[in-house]
């Protein structure tokens, strides 16, 4: 359909981007590729610089995508196959099977307290365990519960089947099988977002090896009200309160020696807000943040930076860490950096230590980019049709990306650029809907 | 409405799963709103706002003939329009639901007061109860919109934007002070990374908006008064003293910013060898840049501190124009020495870190030092300085000759801007930009409806940054345009006609310029222009207005039930 068009990617900037067009009265099919929307945002306590809460604020953006008469939702779904050409693209969609029927599915969760396998849940960074069916978290959009085959009893031993017996909807359905989807659009935007990039590969910070290393992304989840601790903020050791924290920055980015060359832009930041959030919580416990350059360039957030050193008493250290060690016993740890001060080495005691690590483009775009001809950079975000004047158009015309794929950047940046993004693709309905 | 008909109003709290659950005993509010005057129904849910808990009030309004909602549960700023939104489907005016924060206002506050903490929630749902009953439908006007759009600023920002709404389908004015397009970029030399003269990359967009026939380009003209609202303004320009009138539906401020001039800071002003990183371009794009032997690049001047008139946020954009200037000096005269005096380098992301890492490959020197101790410069002699800074890297006093200084200043507000804000009644922030209506997820809009912002008029931005928010300003004010028509407020003011005596103390007040006076001296609202704060009401001496959804009523009834009464 010439006014329709296609999102890829159901975080922050694919909803943005979605509401946009769908409240033009464009149709708009939104994939995801796991059980629900929301992304990445949706995983993060508070935001910076507001501290606004994350998942308070998403939420009815969420909601209105799944009410809105004009976006069709497809989650647990992925795009396999683009032919044609701008303005007139076929777009081939696999929605996996969840086994369960999601018209029917109340989101009453009967099943996922009766089901008596437990695994991590990956939406809690595996801090936490989910079941083998389940819904990533409370507020998720739909609200409807998805079986793991690779973990469910039926499916690995034939047995069990205790989810269909309790559901009191009848939706659960083992014989689902994966389903194509054929949609014809006029444009494609691309918004998949970021990974992180796993730090044990880093040897000299013991992520890993060392219990109470943990990175940012496991920070979010363990002070979030919702996460696995219910947003207390213990040792994964021994479930105690850390009285010194260290955030270690540029884990795997800024990096010369063959990790990530590229600096990730928002982990100064979000470590201030961090840093911020264990105040909050726990006043007595000391905070450092050990950083290269404190990159502070949004908006509001070098006075955040400012308001986290005066009225949080957060203490900035620049140096970037050489190794951490751990005392066996205790399991407490050393952070061994220079002191440019004094010219010296040092060593700084901690109870946890937070590794900001590099953010990375989804290893999911080598996929896309062979599917749409959209083309990656050297690190796989995908690249803008001029890096200057097209930020958001690709090399593909009728294909847009927005958001962290097309490189890094902050939430409210994710946002604006995924309303351009939506402007370019409502100029292609618009182009379209002339020639016809 | 008839006023024998007994209201039945339904109250739905919500656990919102361990927010308010934790703290409050939910089912024993739930028990106690069943108790309340005029509730029929009650029920708790672990999240009213999930599609379950809506579907459940839906079914719940039907089956028992619900005239009016209640989610006791969290705040309204995010949560009202989905359970507005819920009544509507359900066959309910909106306005028959109210809520109440149980969360914000109590669970929240109270964590460890769990009995208290239930008390007040109790006392809440029924203040709410209490207002819900007297609740009335309301409507809101639909207005038609003009598609046409008026983009304030000719630079890169405001070219974008109106190239996207031109191809969107919707005619553009540009109003642009100077008599050339452009605007900051005419001042730049090369653009980073694609290494073309900005004057070219200008002229691409310069071409775009003359060869496209739905944009009117009005240059040396400035916006002299704005009237009317989302849909239809009435705008006013100034064209070199020439008045002329226009019509548009939408307004989008590209007003860009200003560069800091950092009077007395570092010698600026004593000597021509010490100028800014703006003027360095403009010698650049001239060519007139003669061989220095030792530049010294100063950054964060005048920013990220908020002494001596300087400005305590970063500009984002001064390290990466810093670092080009430096490498484009070196390759230009390879003998000539740069060093740039920094705190924190900004170049963020991807292509300015790549960036800055070739710059200290073509051994530009960077030296660190620290706010608390700014590197100082003596002159010499005419064009000869000494610049004497504490390297705080290896921890030691450096002594740089140059005969050439460049100070790294920050963008700043504009005065236009200053004046356009107060026309349009739209706000500016405490670093002086414009101040959108939310600063993670409405980042070019403004609480006011149908004015849109973008590029350095809303925060220091890069060139593509500014071209992205443009487009973003594009979508976000082609939305009301596609629709051709908006709903306005409800919530506005009623003038009682009779009670009235024309004092004017309203219409003094009234910061929307909502109130007039009709033909017979009597005060009448603007239903579009009201933005329903109350104001008018509360000042009346003769309490001849009253504000739709907040009568006296209403309000007087919920602090009632407050301090215990029903």
């Not at chain 1, 040092?346 to 946890?352: E, G, I, P, S, T």
């Not at chain 2, 605007?183 to 002229?203: F, I, R, T």
């Not at chain 2, 060519?287 to 100063?298: A, D, E, Q, R, T």
């Not at chain 2, 390290?319 to 380098?345: F, H």
Request: some cysteine; aromatic content about 6%.
């Amino acid at each position: 359909m010439s006014n329709s068009v296609l999102i890829v990617g159901g975080g922050i900037a694919g909803i943005q981007a979605s509401l946009d067009l769908a409240n033009r009265g464009a149709k708009v099919y939104l994939v995801e590729k796991t059980p629900s929307i929301g992304g990445r945002m949706a995983q993060l306590d508070k935001t910076f610089p507001t501290l606004d809460c994350s998942i308070c604020i998403l939420a009815p953006k969420m909601i209105e995508c799944f009410r809105h008469p004009n976006i069709s939702m497809l989650t647990y779904s992925e795009v396999k196959e683009v032919s044609g050409k701008e303005g007139h693209f076929v777009v081939k969609v696999l929605q996996k099977p969840r086994y369960v029927t999601a018209d029917k599915c109340t989101g009453c969760s009967t099943c996922m307290e009766k089901c008596p396998v437990k695994t991590p849940n990956e939406f809690d960074m595996g801090l936490g365990n989910r079941k083998a069916i389940y819904m990533p978290f409370k507020q998720a959009v739909p609200l409807v519960a998805t079986i793991d085959p690779g973990n469910c009893l039926y499916f690995t031993k034939g047995v069990c089947k205790v989810c269909q017996k309790v559901c009191p909807s009848n939706a659960v359905d083992f014989e689902q099988k994966p389903k194509e989807v054929k949609l014809n659009v006029s444009s494609i935007i691309l918004a998949t977002g970021f990974d992180t990039f796993n730090p044990s590969v880093m040897k000299e910070y013991g992520y890993g090896r060392f219990k109470n290393v943990i990175h940012s992304m496991e920070f979010e989840r363990l002070i979030c009200a919702s996460g696995p601790t219910e947003g207390h903020l213990v040792r994964p050791s021994d479930h105690k309160e850390p009285k010194n924290i260290v955030f270690v920055q540029c884990v795997g980015s800024r990096s010369q020696r063959g990790e990530f060359p590229y600096c990730s832009s928002v982990c100064c930041v979000y470590a201030t807000k961090e840093s911020i959030l264990v105040k909050d919580h726990m006043p007595n416990t000391e905070v450092y943040i050990m950083y290269i350059d404190m990159r502070a360039v949004g908006k509001g957030f070098q006075e955040f930076v400012d308001k986290a050193k005066k009225e949080y008493n957060v203490n900035y250290i620049k140096a970037h860490p050489g190794g951490i060690s751990e005392d066996p016993k205790t399991q407490n740890l050393q952070v061994y950096y220079e002191d440019i001060k004094a010219c010296e080495m040092r060593k700084l005691d901690a109870d946890m230590v937070v590794l900001c690590p590099a953010l990375i483009p989804k290893e999911d775009n080598k996929k896309l980019a062979e599917a749409t001809g959209a083309e990656l950079d050297e690190y796989g975000f995908f690249r803008p049709k001029n890096p200057l004047t097209a930020p958001v158009d690709t090399n593909v015309p009728g294909i847009y990306i927005c958001g962290y794929c097309q490189s890094p950047k902050d939430i409210p940046e994710s946002v604006a650029q995924a309303s351009g993004a939506a402007a370019r693709a409502a100029e292609t309905i618009a182009e379209v809907s002339e020639e016809a | 409405m008839s006023k024998e008909k007994q209201p039945k109003i339904g109250v739905f709290v919500c656990h919102c799963g361990v927010n308010i659950g934790a703290v409050v005993n939910v089912p024993e509010v739930v028990e106690y709103a069943k108790t309340l005057p005029n509730v029929a129904y009650a029920e708790g849910n672990l999240y009213t706002c999930s599609s379950e808990g809506l579907s459940k009030m839906k079914e719940a309004i039907k089956k028992y003939g619900l005239t009016q909602v209640v989610v006791a549960s969290c705040t309204p700023r995010t949560h009202e329009p989905l359970f507005r939104g819920a009544c509507e489907e359900a066959g309910l005016n909106k306005y028959l639901f109210h809520m109440a924060n149980i969360r914000e206002h109590c669970s929240w506050v109270h964590p460890k007061e769990q009995e208290k903490a239930t008390q007040k929630a109790k006392e809440i749902v029924r203040m709410a109860a209490a207002k819900a009953a007297l609740l009335e439908p309301q409507t809101e006007p639909e207005i038609d919109v003009l598609p046409s759009a008026l983009v304030i600023g000719g630079g890169i920002s405001g070219m974008s934007a109106a190239i996207s709404l031109a191809h969107q389908g919707f005619s553009v004015h540009i109003v642009e002070k100077k008599d050339v397009l452009g605007g900051k970029l005419n001042e730049l030399h090369k653009l980073y990374p694609v290494n073309k003269q900005s004057s070219e990359v200008v002229e691409e967009f310069i071409q775009a908006v003359k060869s496209n026939p739905k944009i009117t380009l009005h240059t040396s003209s400035t916006v002299k008064n704005v009237d009317g609202f989302i849909g239809n303004f009435k705008v006013t320009l100034d064209q070199n003293g020439k008045e002329k009138a226009i019509d548009v539906g939408t307004v989008i401020l590209a007003t860009g910013a200003e560069v800091l001039e950092p009077n007395g800071k570092y010698c600026y002003g004593e000597d021509p060898n010490v100028i800014t990183q703006f003027e360095l371009e403009r010698v650049m794009k001239e060519g007139k840049l003669k061989k220095p032997k030792n530049v010294v690049m100063i950054q964060c001047v005048g920013a990220r501190e908020d002494k001596e008139g300087g400005r305590n946020y970063c500009s984002r954009i001064c390290c990466a124009m810093a670092v080009k200037n430096a490498l484009e000096i070196r390759e230009l005269y390879p003998d000539s020495e740069v060093t740039v005096l920094y705190r924190d380098m900004q170049t963020y992301g991807k292509d300015f870190e790549e960036y800055y890492q070739k710059a200290r490959e073509q051994f530009v020197q960077f030296i660190r030092f620290d706010a608390e101790n700014p590197p100082e410069v003596i002159i010499k002699s005419k064009g000869e300085y000494s610049v004497r800074v504490e390297d705080i890297l290896i921890n030691d006093t450096v002594d740089l000759d140059a005969d050439l200084i460049v100070l790294s200043t920050p963008l700043v507000q504009t005065e236009e801007a200053k004046e356009l804000s107060k026309m349009l009644k739209v706000p500016l922030g405490a670093d002086g930009f414009f101040l959108e209506a939310h600063v993670k997820l409405r980042p070019v809009d403004f609480a006011t409806e149908g004015i849109f912002v973008c590029g350095t008029a809303h925060s220091p931005k890069t060139i593509s940054e500014s071209i992205a928010q443009a487009y973003a300003a594009a979508s976000r004010a082609g939305i009301p345009m596609a629709l051709k028509r908006v709903r306005t407020e409800a919530i506005t003011s009623i003038i009682d006609e009779d009670l009235c005596t024309g004092c004017g103390t309203c219409i003094k007040l009234c910061p929307y310029s909502a109130i007039r006076k009709n033909e017979r001296g009597i005060a009448t609202v603007n239903d579009v222009l009201c933005k329903g704060c109350g104001v008018c009401a509360a000042s009346c001496p003769e309490k001849a207005i009253t504000m739709r959804h907040f009568s006296d009523k209403q309000v007087l009834a919920e602090a009632t039930a407050a301090l215990g009464g029903a």
